[in-house]
């Protein structure tokens, strides 16, 4: 088990408004460190990697140095608690912090892309 620093990379987008963080979580037990989200809103988490059996994705609106984690939910109400396949997936929760969770599995990568409300994009 080992705590995954976030990589942020901002040049994904021409204006700025957009920016990818990953998580690379290489076996069970690994926690994503929690990444702020600011100015951003929540967009896409793209899941993907070798082994995944149990993966969360959670949030926690902590003011400062989150530990009340919950998993994210879908646009249905569905938990993202538990995620078995690699894919794309929309929470509808914008929470203060994001940290995914690999509860079982292997090599898995998630990335996340943000948006900024006040920026368009070209």
Do not use: C
């Amino acid at each position: 088990m080992a705590n995954i620093a976030p990589v942020v990379n901002h040049d994904v987008s021409q204006s700025g408004g957009v920016i990818l963080v990953t998580w690379s979580l290489l076996t069970t037990g690994d926690v994503g460190l929690p990444f702020r989200l600011g100015k951003y809103s929540l967009s896409t988490w793209q899941v993907y990697g070798t082994t995944i059996t149990a993966l969360a994705l959670n949030g926690s609106n902590d003011a400062t140095a989150p530990t009340n984690f919950a998993a994210l939910r879908d646009w249905t109400g569905g938990s993202l608690g538990a995620l078995s396949a690699a894919g794309l997936y929309s929470p509808r929760d914008m929470p203060l912090w994001i940290a995914p969770t690999l509860t079982t599995g292997s090599t898995v990568t998630v990335a996340v892309t943000l948006h900024r409300q006040d920026i368009g994009e070209l």
